[in-house]
Nanobody
Framework: EVQLQASGGGLVQAGGSLRLSCAASGFSFADYAIGWFRQAPGKEREGVSCISSRDGRIYYANSVKGRFTISSDNAVNTVYLQMNSLKPEDSAVYYC????????????????WGKGTLVTVSS
């Protein structure tokens, strides 16, 4: 059974930090790119970051560059999203998802989605 379990969300003040984790199981982790997405109430889902084991590439949305860092621990099939200098506009439900191949394949749609974790940044 494929599982993507996102965790680490919570309530934090503006300027604070959180680290999200995405634990994956049930598929060949090294063959998939893992992306973080977020959706705020009343807004469309947006891509935040992506990391690909195959080619080592990392991508960030412009809105989080310089503040968020994505990393992967293939030994435990987990991807992390370190979020620093958080802003109220970062508040959203954060989801992790997996796509076979590299981050470029995100444009064709993700293969697996996990349940989200809520991040709330107070001003």
């Amino acid at each position: 059974e494929v599982q993507l379990q996102a965790s680490g969300g919570g309530l934090v003040q503006a300027g604070g930090s959180l680290r999200l984790s995405c634990a994956a199981s049930g598929f060949s982790f090294a063959d998939y790119a893992i992306g973080w997405f977020r959706q705020a109430p009343g807004k469309e889902r947006e891509g935040v970051s992506c990391i690909s084991s195959r080619d080592g590439r990392i991508y960030y949305a412009n809105s989080v560059k310089g503040r968020f860092t994505i990393s992967s621990d293939n030994a435990v099939n987990t991807v992390y999203l370190q979020m620093n200098s958080l802003k109220p506009e970062d508040s959203a439900v954060y989801y992790c998802a997996a796509v076979y191949g590299t981050c470029d394949h995100i444009y064709y749609g993700m293969d697996y989605w996990g349940k989200g974790t809520l991040v709330t940044v107070s001003s």
